[in-house]
């Protein structure tokens, strides 16, 4: 069982940064990829960013160059900068993991946290 907690949703205004957290708590599994994504109102929810166990990471086209997502032991964390009106919706945090006794694959997703940019 694997539970994802997530961090650092808030208001900011255009221009700004805020930086998300989120970490994986349990027992028996392991982490193939954790990552971001996002739900703005009426739109459909959309990859943010992603990092591999490796370290191989892929953004969406709209975020290079403005958000960074790095990894900490069991932790994720979304650095964003630059932020623009367009970036507002709720971010959720996704893992694949690896359980074990026995094998097998689980898909686990966080409640969402909430950002809001301002113009």
């Known amino acids: 069982q694997v539970q994802l907690a997530e961090s650092g949703g808030g208001l900011v205004q255009a221009g700004g940064s805020l930086r998300l957290s989120c970490a994986a708590s349990g027992s028996d599994f392991s982490i193939n990829t954790m990552g971001w994504y996002r739900q703005a109102p009426g739109k459909q929810r959309e990859l943010v960013a992603t990092?591999?166990?490796?370290?191989s990471t892929n953004y969406a086209d709209s975020v290079k160059g403005r958000f960074t997502i790095r990894d900490n032991k069991n932790t994720v964390y979304l650095q964003m900068a630059s932020l623009k009106p367009e970036d507002t919706a709720v971010y959720y945090c996704n893992a694949l993991v690896l359980a074990t006794k026995p094998l097998r694959n689980l898909e686990v997703w966080g409640q969402g946290t909430l950002v809001t940019v301002s113009s």
């Open positions: 990092i591999t166990s490796g370290g």
